[in-house]
DNA sequence: CAGGATCCTTTACGATACTG
DNA sequence: CAGTATCGTAAAGGATCCTG
């Protein structure tokens, strides 16, 4: 492979900006951050648990992000046995990796965020 | 027997929640973060430098993300007096209060990420 | 160089209805 | 309850051309 020419202002640590990539393509959408959020506070919550928390999701895309998740096993998903069947979904240990993630995204929201406003009203 | 209102998963912390969605709200789709990673590395940088570094992007995008990130202080956009004329990006100091975040994503793409794929493979 | 305008295709997302 | 099916809109993404 041919080496690069060492030199100007677009010559960027790759290493890390593909890190960003690879981690974004996998929590790509609205919703991800938010479930995860969500079930990482909740422990094990059922379909319609997450529906109700998870604010202004539908159903189809709930489905589709868990998953989208339980694929990439950040997500649990088990049926319980009951009547009717009941399904628990839970975060990973892998998933669980995220929370560092998750924790600076709520911190920022609440710390940051608000800052704004006031700096601009 | 008697139901157990249980450490109800309806009883969750919403100001954390909240604070996910509104970081996710100013931060949505799949370039911003890259765009801040690239430019919190690159320092001051020209369009076409964000358009060669952000890979895949489309120049149609990328403007469109520029001006959002512009209008939410995260980004500023300086236009230099110069034949032609060039435009520089730089990361706000309001938009480096993101570099937790930012940090935590990377780690996270470098570290765990490549660790799923050994324990599957 | 820094983009906006246009056109077209493909996903993402959303609302409602329906099934085991 | 836990979803899937269906349909429709909106936004993403790509290609090409255009302008100050």
Not at 42 to 48: A, S, T, Y
Not at 63 to 79: A, F, G, P, W, Y
Not at 103 to 121: C, Q, V
Request: hydrophobic content about 35%; overall charge positive.
């Amino acid at each position: 492979m041919k080496k690069q020419p060492v030199v100007n202002n677009t010559n960027i640590c790759r290493t890390r900006i593909n890190a960003i990539k690879d981690t974004m393509d996998i929590l790509s959408g609205k919703w991800k951050f938010h479930i995860l959020g969500t079930l990482m506070q909740g422990g094990k919550m059922r379909f319609m648990d997450l529906l109700r928390e998870v604010d202004g999701i539908a159903a189809k895309m709930l489905s589709k992000e868990l998953q989208d998740m339980e694929m990439n096993k950040l997500v649990n998903r088990t049926i319980q046995n009951t009547k009717p069947i009941t399904v628990e979904y839970e975060v990973t240990e892998y998933g669980r990796t995220l929370e560092r993630i998750i924790d600076e995204i709520a911190i920022w929201g609440i710390e940051y965020r608000k800052g704004l406003y006031e700096k601009n009203s």
